[in-house]
């Protein structure tokens, strides 16, 4: 199954209700590319990289505070949660990129650091539904390293408790087009 690597203070995010938009670039390693979905539904691949409490919403200090403490013993991961991609879309607008804060905990600066690098490619918006699974550890090979957002996972996770109801997610997306489209 594919994986997208997030930041593990996004993926409780997401898991709790608190975040239903990713808001992507790509890594270091797609700087001609730029991101790509490669997979309309994928698990949530944790990373413990690059977090710092300057990049986040301060009312979601405690994410980051719990993703560092629970981390998993070096060598291996533990996947928590599937996505799967509702709408995609190009954001080119920074006024519009605002206007989504109340769907990430990102913090305004680190979303301006986010748009101004690689400032002639859009940001790439998704609108996700998240499911929460059962614990799966696995091994971290070393294919998994490396700025790049997704990695074959050697995993076909249970089905999932879906995070929101459809009602809530159903609000939610018909606030996301008004702002997108």
Same mark, same amino acid.
């Given at each position: 199954?594919?994986?997208?690597?997030?930041?593990?203070?996004?993926?409780?995010?997401?898991?709790?209700?608190?975040?239903?938009?990713?808001?992507?670039?790509?890594?270091?390693?797609?700087?001609?590319?730029?991101?790509?979905?490669?997979?309309?539904?994928?698990?949530?691949?944790?990373?413990?990289?690059?977090?710092?409490?300057?990049?986040?919403?301060?009312?979601?200090?405690?994410?980051?505070?719990?993703?560092?403490?629970?981390?998993?013993?070096?060598?291996?991961?533990?996947?928590?949660?599937?996505?799967?991609?509702?709408?995609?879309?190009?954001? +080119?607008?920074? !006024?519009?990129?605002? &206007? =989504? $804060?109340? #769907?990430?905990?990102?913090?305004?600066?680190?979303?301006?650091?986010?748009?101004?690098?690689?400032?002639?490619?859009?940001?790439?918006?998704?609108?996700?539904?998240?499911?929460?699974?059962?614990?799966?550890?696995?091994?971290?090979?070393?294919?998994?390293?490396?700025?790049?957002?997704?990695?074959?996972?050697?995993?076909?996770?249970?089905?999932?408790?879906?995070?929101? +109801?459809?009602? !809530?997610?159903?609000? &939610? =997306? $018909?606030? #996301?087009?008004?702002?997108?489209?």
């Amino acid at each position: 199954m594919k994986a997208l690597k997030e930041w593990a203070t996004v993926i409780k995010a997401l898991e709790n209700g608190n975040q239903t938009v990713l808001l992507r670039k790509g890594g270091i390693l797609e700087t001609a590319s730029g991101f790509k979905v490669e997979a309309s539904k994928f698990a949530l691949f944790p990373t413990y990289e690059h977090q710092e409490n300057a990049s986040l919403k301060s009312q979601y200090y405690g994410y980051l505070a719990d993703a560092r403490e629970s981390q998993p013993d070096e060598g291996h991961n533990v996947i928590t949660s599937i996505a799967e991609v509702v709408e995609e879309h190009d954001v +080119s607008s920074i !006024e519009k990129i605002e &206007q =989504l $804060a109340p #769907f990430h905990i990102w913090s305004d600066s680190y979303i301006v650091e986010r748009m101004n690098w690689m400032p002639s490619k859009p940001m790439k918006a998704l609108f996700l539904r998240v499911f929460k699974i059962p614990e799966v550890k696995i091994p971290v090979l070393p294919d998994y390293h490396g700025c790049k957002s997704w990695i074959e996972l050697n995993v076909n996770p249970e089905a999932g408790k879906a995070v929101l +109801s459809d009602a !809530e997610l159903e609000s &939610q =997306l $018909a606030q #996301f087009r008004r702002i997108v489209n």
